[in-house]
T-cell receptor, first 113, second 113 residues
Framework: GQQLNQSPQSMFIQEGEDVSMNCTSS?????WLWYKQDPGEGPVLLIA?????ELTSNGRLTAQFGITRKDSFLNISASIPSDVGIYFC?????????????FGTGTLLAVQP | NAGVTQTPKFRVLKTGQSMTLLCAQD?????MYWYRQDPGMGLRLIHY???????AKGEVPDGYNVSRLKKQNFLLGLESAAPSQTSVYFC????????????FGEGSRLTVL
């Protein structure tokens, strides 16, 4: 089945630093999504990308849909303590009635004040 | 707003026992999903439903059954729990196939001894 390789697995940074993480796939996706999971909570959607090459921002977050449609990147600028959590990428294959999402393995982000 | 509600939040079972997790959503969403989250493995799809009265297998369906008798509810059952089913279970819903945004519940932590 399809797999999403997400890296890095974890990051430990100082407050104020910028963060970059990425997701790659062996399959082409029509949609890329980035979710954040706070401790003890369910994932919440951060950014959705629908077109190859698309660059979308949400506050300090910026995500890009790779030109090959097999990868996506998420950047967080000027990190703050509340950025702590697990970040998941998800790809949607499209087509058919279900359009199931395939999730990456997650990037654990720790921010030291 | 309630969104997606899961019950129970925590449960400890002995091997061989059965139980049902309940997911309820108040957003009139057609699509509902059950995922399990395990360390280093991200979110894996167990079963899903594209509408009332319909269910389908996901990536890891073995050992689980589901039912969608009412549009707002999606039940996940374990007939004979095994230690390998120790996990955090998340229910999610979305309006339709064309939108990638899943709304997640807060999760149900299940331990099978």
């Amino acid at each position: 089945g399809q797999q999403l390789n997400q890296s890095p697995q974890s990051m430990f940074i100082q407050e104020g630093e910028d963060v970059s993480m990425n997701c790659t796939s062996s399959s082409i996706f029509n949609t890329w999504l980035w979710y954040k999971q706070d401790p003890g909570e369910g994932p919440v959607l951060l950014i959705a990308l629908y077109k190859a090459g698309e660059l979308t921002s949400n506050g300090r977050l910026t995500a890009q849909f790779g030109i090959t449609r097999k990868d996506s990147f998420l950047n967080i600028s000027a990190s703050i303590p509340s950025d702590v959590g697990i970040y998941f990428c998800a790809g949607q294959l499209g087509g058919g009635a279900t359009n199931k999402l395939i999730f990456g393995t997650g990037t654990l982000l720790a921010v030291q004040p | 707003n309630a969104g997606v509600t899961q019950t129970p939040k925590f449960r400890v079972l002995k091997t061989g026992q059965s139980m049902t997790l309940l997911c309820a959503q108040d957003m009139n969403h057609e699509y509902m999903y059950w995922y399990r989250q395990d360390p280093g493995m991200g979110l894996r799809l167990i079963h899903y439903s594209v509408g009332e009265g319909t269910t389908a297998k996901g990536e890891v369906p073995d050992g689980y059954n589901v039912s969608r008798l009412k549009k707002q509810n999606f039940l996940l059952g374990l007939e004979s729990a095994a230690p390998s089913q120790t996990s955090v279970y998340f229910c999610a819903s979305r309006a339709g196939a064309s939108t990638g945004e899943l709304f997640f519940g807060e999760g149900s932590r299940l331990t099978v001894l």
